[in-house]
């Protein structure tokens, strides 16, 4: 049987796996990456990339077509909804095949072998001597794994086992179920029924339990429209999607189950296997970097892919490289992401306290819109909001709260 030795090994070639190739290739690593379906691929997606990811796509990104979107429309069921536009790009809303095509096509460099159409067939570790991987009948060695093949990542399953805590969607709702730790989501490509104004992403926080419904401006006809819960997975997120246009202002299509996709949003909370493999980089969805507010996975795809390569090439030894890289996830991301709970915890438990907020001072808007063009995290936001909070007059809508009143 034939043997190759790598520097490195990235499995999937998402927005992570294309990254980690790209940059590796760049930095003049032996690198191979592979994935199992040939590109361009189809992802159910919003697509919205927010703008602080800009500074870390490749050259030519601006080719992609995308449409811009500088403002917020946060809705509440059907007629009410407050909109801030900042002025400035807060998201870019991409078709993901495109996006992903891109980002894939630019990995190809130098250092860089690309195989697709590939599958893991099997994995092994060994201390001290690294991993070896059969792909398509052939052995692969390498003392540097990047896993980047998503949520249902076939490298954590070889060598973990089965993710500890399943939470299936529901059977019949959709194409494309998979039982994996997230948060179940629908999404489809779908017309608005009037027209819309396109610089806005739609935030609807009315009709999905413990989450929130979008919808999000397309190059071209369609639009990304889409439900996710947050808090609790959906039991049924193909008919949440369906209630969402039926009760919404602009969107009143009826998804058949063909044209409606059910994916799943990975929860940070399941994956606790960072840092335990010395030379194990778990990056974007398959290390459950994804936000868990607003389920925005592309930007951490890329953000833990790159920040994978940086201590790869900071540190010769693998073990070391793995270690640091794994303190960034857990001490950077993970504590950021714990903050993003607290704030789904309140805010998709109770969205009427806080669209009466948002009603009322907007401006928590433009300052939430902060997390997206990088300006704050989700601590550094926590605590800005935190001083404005103190400094408004509660009592306004403190007593109807006391009562039980109604606020709309
Ligand atoms: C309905 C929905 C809407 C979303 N909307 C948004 C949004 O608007 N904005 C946003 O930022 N995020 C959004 N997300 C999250 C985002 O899609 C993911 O976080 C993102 O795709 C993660 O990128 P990735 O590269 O880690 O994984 P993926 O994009 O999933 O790529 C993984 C790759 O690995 C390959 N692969 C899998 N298994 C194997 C194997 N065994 N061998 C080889 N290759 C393999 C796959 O073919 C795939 O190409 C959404 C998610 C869902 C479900």
Redesign the pocket.
């Known amino acids: 049987m034939s043997c190759r030795e790598y520097d490195a090994v990235v ?7 294309s990254t980690a190739v790209r940059l590796l290739g760049e930095k003049g690593l032996r690198v191979l990456g ?4 040939q590109f361009p ?1 189809w ?7 927010s703008a602080r990811a800009i500074p870390l796509l490749p050259s030519g990104w601006e080719k992609v077509p995308y449409v811009l979107t500088t403002g917020v429309q946060v809705t509440m069921g059907d007629s009410l909804f407050q909109s801030v536009d900042m002025g400035v790009p807060i998201a870019y809303q991409f078709h993901r095949d495109q996006l ?1 095509y891109f980002l894939f096509e630019k990995a190809k460099g130098e250092g860089a072998e690309i195989e697709t159409g ?3 067939e099997d994995l092994a570790y060994e201390e001290g001597i690294g991993f070896t991987l059969l792909i398509d009948g052939a052995n692969i060695k390498t003392k540097r794994l990047i896993a ?5 990542s ?1 490298v954590k399953r070889l060598l973990f086992g089965s993710p500890r805590e399943f939470r299936r969607i529901p059977r019949g709702s959709g194409k494309n179920s998979s039982g994996h730790s997230g948060w179940p ?3 489809l490509l779908g017309k608005a029924a009037e027209p819309t104004d396109d610089r806005y992403v739609l935030i609807d926080i009315g009709s999905v339990p413990g989450g929130y419904a979008w919808s ?1 401006p397309k190059d071209g006809p369609g639009k990304a429209l ?1 439900v ?1 819960g947050l808090l609790n997975p959906l039991p049924s997120p193909v008919r949440t999607l369906r209630d969402f246009l039926k009760s919404f202002r602009g969107e009143k299509e009826d998804p058949s189950d063909g044209e409606v996709s059910t ?3 990975p929860s940070w909370q399941s994956v606790k296997e960072h840092g335990t493999i010395e030379g194990l980089f778990l ?4 290390g459950g970097i ?1 936000d868990p507010f607003l ?7 890329i953000l833990s892919a790159s920040k994978a390569v940086q201590a790869i090439v900071a540190e010769n030894d693998p073990g070391k490289a793995s270690e640091s890289y794994s303190n960034w996830v857990r001490q950077d991301m993970f504590r950021d992401f714990a903050q993003a709970s607290r704030l789904s915890a309140v805010i998709y438990r109770f969205p009427a306290i806080y669209y009466r907020l948002i009603s009322s001072y907007p401006q928590l808007l433009t300052l939430f819109s902060q997390i997206m063009t990088g300006r704050h995290d989700y601590r550094s936001f926590s605590r800005a909001a935190g001083i404005k909070l103190l400094r408004l007059p509660f009592k306004k809508f403190i007593p109807s709260l006391r009562t039980g009143r109604r606020f709309f």
């Not at 980047?148 to 249902?152: K, L, N, S």
């Not at 389920?295 to 795809?301: K, Q, R, V």
């Open positions: 499995v999937g070639l998402g927005p992570a796996g592979i994935d199992r379906v691929r992802k159910p997606c919003g697509g919205g990339l992903d590939s599958s893991l980047a093949d998503g949520i249902t076939q989501s629908s999404e999000f889409g996710a994916w799943v949003i990056v974007g969805d398959a994804v389920g925005e996975g592309i930007y951490y795809a």
